[in-house]
């Protein structure tokens, strides 16, 4: 598909060491940045350190011991939502993309993050890049789609897990 890219390469998901054997499952939130109850996402990042900026807000001294594992994605056909020219000509709306979802949640209105992520499900997309609310220099990719019948999108672990603390 035009304005699109085919993505390959080793990204990260951070992850209780005790569910290494559940890393490649959607995230297990009923709702979250990009999806909302019953959607499928898997939440990764460019860099281990994506990582724990992307978890920060979610982990307290009673988080389990975490690792960021890395993983490999293959034809993944995402949309950069960095990219202005081609989200304006999928007709995807990134006006939102950086706002606090958790707070709209909190008074029970819809996040608009989530109409992000419903355009590009409707085109059939895998998933899309885009940069760090809380740090724009780190990039993350949420997939919609991977390991399954109507893509040829694949995720595998591609190695051990970093211990967080390694950082």
Not at 104 to 112: A, C, I, N, V
Not at 117 to 125: F, G, H, P, S
Not at 132 to 145: I, N, V, W
């Amino acid at each position: 598909m035009d304005h699109t890219i085919t993505l390959n390469g080793i990204y990260y998901r951070m992850k209780a060491l005790a569910e290494a054997d559940d890393i490649l499952s959607p995230a297990r939130a009923l709702e979250g940045r990009f999806h909302r109850d019953g959607q499928r996402a898997l939440y990764l990042s460019s860099t281990p350190e994506g990582c724990v900026v992307a978890t920060a807000r979610y982990t307290d001294a009673t988080t389990p011991e975490r690792g960021i594992f890395p993983l490999q994605v293959t034809n993944a056909q995402v949309v950069d939502l960095r990219n202005k020219t081609e989200t304006n000509a999928l007709q995807i709306d990134t006006t939102h993309r950086a706002l606090e979802w958790q707070t709209l949640r909190e008074k029970g209105l819809p996040s608009p993050t989530w109409d992000i992520a419903d355009r590009v499900r409707e085109l059939a997309l895998d998933g899309m890049l885009y940069a760090s609310r809380s740090d724009p220099a780190k990039t993350h990719l949420t997939l919609f789609r991977w390991n399954e019948t109507g893509t040829e999108a694949q995720v595998t672990r591609a190695g051990p897990p970093i211990p967080e603390n390694a950082l």
